[in-house]
C-alpha cells in the first residue's frame, strides 16, 4: 500500500493482515463457536467500538447456514473465514449447498415462518455484504474500523 507524503514522495506501509479459517459444525452452537472465534482473531477493543456489530452479522449469517441451507447435522461443515487489517475487518461464511436464495425479508414475520431479522440486521450494521450463489454458497460482510 502507498501512502502519499504531503511532498508528494511516496512512503511505503506496511500492513499486516490477519487470516483466520475455523471450522463449524452444523449444530445450534454454530454461531456461539463463531463469535468466540471472532473474538479471539479480532479483540473487541480493535474494533474501535464496534464489536457487538460484526458479533451479531456473524451469528446470523452462521444461524442461517445451519437453519436454512439444508445442511445434515453431523454430516457436512460450515467454514468461517476471518480477514483483517488496519482498515476494514470482512468475514465469510461459507456452505457447501448454493447460497442463491439469500435475501433480506422485506417484512419479517409475514409470512410463515417465523424469524426473517436477521440479513436486514446485517445489512443495517454492516459497512458491506453480499453473497456469492455458488455452490458453495458464501455470504460476507464488511467493516470499516
Do not use: C
Not at 456461539?32 to 458479533?55: E, H, T
Not at 436454512?68 to 447435522?73: M, Y
Not at 442463491?100 to 454492516?126: K, M, W
Request: no cysteine.
Amino acid at each position: 500500500m502507498k501512502v502519499w507524503r504531503p511532498s508528494g514522495t511516496p512512503a511505503e506501509r506496511t500492513v499486516e493482515i490477519l487470516r483466520r479459517e475455523v471450522i463449524l459444525p452444523v449444530h445450534h452452537s454454530a454461531g456461539r463457536l463463531a463469535r468466540a472465534a471472532l473474538d479471539d482473531a479480532i479483540p473487541p477493543p480493535s474494533l474501535n467500538g464496534r464489536s457487538d456489530d460484526p458479533r451479531l452479522a456473524v451469528t446470523e449469517l452462521v444461524s442461517n447456514a445451519v437453519r436454512h441451507a439444508g445442511l445434515e447435522t453431523h454430516e457436512a461443515l460450515i467454514y468461517l473465514r476471518i480477514e483483517a487489517d488496519d482498515d476494514h475487518v470482512r468475514v465469510e461464511v461459507e456452505q457447501p449447498t448454493s447460497a442463491g436464495e439469500v435475501h433480506v425479508v422485506e417484512r419479517p414475520g409475514t409470512d410463515q415462518r417465523p424469524g426473517g431479522f436477521g440479513l436486514g440486521l446485517v445489512e443495517a450494521s454492516a459497512d458491506d455484504w453480499g453473497f456469492e450463489p455458488g455452490p458453495p454458497g458464501r455470504v460476507w460482510f464488511e467493516f470499516r474500523v
